[in-house]
């Protein structure tokens, strides 16, 4: 049943998402912090991905995301408001292509999970006022995701899907 496996995937991530494998379970690399002046989570000189060019997956997110935030039944629903979704039509949810977005996106991304993974591109989805980011950092099978408000300033939802 698909609501069960997401509900269990969604605790996964919940419970392990400052871990990787590719640390081996150690907590992954966090921004170096610094004493004074402003902090970028983007190194000088570092050239920002663009957008996921892997447009198969992107796909599969986009009709996954449209399927979760369009869903009426009662356990949908919960799970929805759970994680603080929107509920929308499957076509309201838009794979984004705008370089500058995606850029903002992943660093935003990186600096709520902790992580370095700037020269990987993001899957990033427009939900309504909201935006889903993905990247795979390494795993196999699942890619974190992370709801953001409209401003990427705040994660509102962590989910491994």
């Known amino acids: 049943m698909p609501g069960r496996s997401w509900l269990f995937a969604v605790a996964t991530f919940a419970c392990g998402c400052g ?36 447009t198969a997956i992107a796909r599969i997110y986009r009709d996954g995301y449209g399927s979760m935030v369009s869903r009426t039944d009662e356990q949908s629903v919960a799970q929805r408001v759970a994680l603080k979704l929107p509920t929308l039509l499957p076509n309201e949810v838009v794979l984004v292509t705008d370089r500058s977005v995606c850029s903002t996106a992943s660093a935003a991304f990186d600096k709520e999970l902790g992580v370095s993974a700037s020269s990987e591109a993001p899957i990033v989805l427009k939900l ?34």
């Not at 081996?24 to 983007?42: L, W």
């Not at 889903?132 to 995701?145: E, M, T």
């Open 19 to 54: 871990q990787t494998p590719v640390t081996g379970g150690a907590p992954a690399r966090p921004y170096p912090q610094e004493t004074s002046g402003s902090h970028s989570p983007i190194p000088t000189g570092v050239q920002m991905p663009s957008c996921s060019t892997d």
């Open 128 to 161: 309504g006022t909201q935006w889903a980011v993905v990247k795979h950092l390494g795993f196999q099978h699942v890619r974190p995701n992370v709801i953001f408000d409209s401003t990427f300033t705040t994660a509102v939802a962590r989910i491994w899907y």
